[in-house]
């Protein structure tokens, strides 16, 4: 059964900074990935996605993930987070089986930004 | 084009009642899912149906737990007889029916149900 790992469970950076939220995978095909941001209180909101082709992926918000095979990582990424990046930030993996496209979430990542 | 409506958004129940939540998945999309969130916890899949038909329900607890996609009207996922443990956030989300490609699902704001 696939399975996904989020190591860090919360992440604080400084507005303006860099961010590099971690994400490894555990499936035997090549997976479909997926990153979801969910803001407190609130439902999940598609960042970005990953099925097939170019392996750094853009989506909204100015983030950006990278899928490396040899790594079972998609690793998101944004070259500077603004304030209201502050959230819950969730990976997923999903597989086509016969049209069933379950998602398996990971714990996900808080992150704070701090002034 | 309105998103996957879930109602109510928050739910109280007290140990014994039933919950009743429903989700209307966005428009021309025909494939509903459950999720749960726990508190401090990623999602966790409860059960995918399609129009009148259980596709997958393998994250359903065995008892207590059931759900519907009917024909007309809402996809339901009912919880009898409820207990603290089963307080949580529960989403639905939907996506269209097309089977040549993985499509994304679009998430519904959740409901949160306490139970006292």
């Known amino acids: 059964a696939q399975s996904v790992t989020q190591p860090d469970i919360h992440i604080t950076v400084s507005e303006g900074a860099s961010l590099e939220l971690r994400c490894n995978y555990s499936y035997g095909a090549t997976p479909y990935l997926f990153w979801y941001v969910q803001s407190p209180g609130q439902g999940l909101q598609l960042l970005l996605k990953y099925f097939s082709g170019d392996t750094l992926v853009q989506g909204i918000k100015g983030f950006e993930a990278e899928f490396k095979r040899s790594q079972s990582s998609f690793n998101l990424r944004k070259p500077s987070v603004h304030w209201s990046d502050a959230a819950e930030y969730f990976c997923a993996v999903g597989l086509s089986n016969f049209g069933n496209e379950k998602l398996t979430f990971g714990t996900g990542t808080r992150l704070t930004i701090i002034p | 084009n309105a998103g996957v409506m879930q109602n109510p958004r928050h739910l109280v129940r007290r140990r014994g009642q039933e919950a009743r939540l429903r989700c209307s998945p966005m428009k021309g999309h025909s494939h509903v899912y459950w999720y749960r969130q726990l508190p401090e916890e990623g999602l966790k899949f409860m059960v995918y149906l399609q129009k009148e038909n259980i596709i997958d329900e393998s994250g359903m607890p065995k008892e207590r737990f059931s759900a519907e996609f009917p024909k007309e009207g809402p996809s339901i996922l009912r919880i009898q007889q409820v207990v603290r443990g089963d307080s949580a956030a529960y989403f639905c989300?939907?996506?269209?029916?097309?089977?040549?490609?993985?499509?994304?699902?679009?998430f519904g704001p959740g409901t949160r149900l306490t139970v006292l």
């Open positions: 989300a939907s996506s269209p029916a097309r089977r040549e490609s993985v499509d994304e699902q679009f």
